[in-house]
C-alpha cells in the first residue's frame, strides 16, 4: 500500500468515526514524517521561542526535514536562529544569512564560515568581503593567511599577517631540484 491510499484509508476511517480528530492527525503525521524512500524514521526538531521581537521570535530552532510543510530542510528564522538553513540576526547553520552569520554557507555583515562573504567582514576556507580573511579571498583588503587548523564548522581556518597588507605575493613554486637533495 502507497502513501496516497494509506492516508486515503485513514481518512475513511476518520469520516466514519472509528479514528478521532487527535487520533488522524497523529497517525497522518507519523505517514508524513517518514520519506517513502526511507527504512529508517527521520528524526526533525522545529522549536520558536513564544517571545517576538521586531515580528521575530527571540529563538528558533529547524533541523531536519519536514513533509507535513513539505519542507526537505528546516528553515530557522529568529533573532538567534539555529537550523539548516538559517534566518537571524545571529545565525547558525548549513546556510545561514544574518548580520551575524556561522556556517557551511554565510552571508551577512560579519560571515564566518567554510564559504563566508560579509560586508564588512568574512573569515573561512573561501571569503569575499570588505576584508576578507582565507585561503581564497577577494575585497577590499586582502590578508595574507597561513593555514592553521581545520574547525568543525570551518570557523576558524586561518592566522592573518596583518603587516603584509595590500602585498601580492608570488605564487610559490615547487620545482624537483629544490625538494631533492644532491640531483
Do not use: Y
Request: net charge positive; hydrophobic share 55%; aromatic share 10%.
Amino acid at each position: 500500500m502507497n502513501l496516497t491510499q494509506e492516508i486515503e484509508r485513514l481518512a475513511k476511517l476518520h469520516a466514519e468515526g472509528a479514528l478521532t480528530a487527535e487520533k488522524f492527525a497523529r497517525a497522518k503525521g507519523q505517514l508524513l514524517s517518514t520519506p517513502a524512500f526511507s527504512k529508517f524514521p527521520v528524526k526533525s526538531v522545529r522549536r520558536e521561542s513564544p517571545r517576538k521581537f521586531f515580528g521575530l521570535p527571540l529563538w528558533a530552532i529547524a533541523i531536519g526535514p519536514d513533509w507535513e510543510r513539505g519542507e526537505m530542510r528546516g528553515h530557522a528564522r529568529g533573532i538567534f536562529a539555529l537550523g539548516d538553513m538559517a534566518t537571524g540576526w545571529f545565525a547558525f547553520g548549513g546556510l545561514a544569512r544574518g548580520f551575524f552569520a556561522f556556517g557551511g554557507l554565510a552571508i551577512g555583515l560579519f560571515a564566518f564560515g567554510g564559504a563566508a562573504i560579509g560586508i564588512v567582514l568574512a573569515i573561512g576556507g573561501a571569503a569575499i568581503g570588505g576584508l576578507a580573511i582565507a585561503e581564497a579571498r577577494l575585497g577590499a583588503l586582502r590578508l595574507v593567511a597561513a593555514p592553521v587548523a581545520t574547525m568543525p564548522l570551518a570557523v576558524a581556518q586561518l592566522v592573518s599577517i596583518p603587516f603584509l597588507l595590500f602585498t601580492r605575493i608570488p605564487p610559490r613554486s615547487t620545482s624537483f631540484a629544490s625538494i631533492s637533495p644532491g640531483l
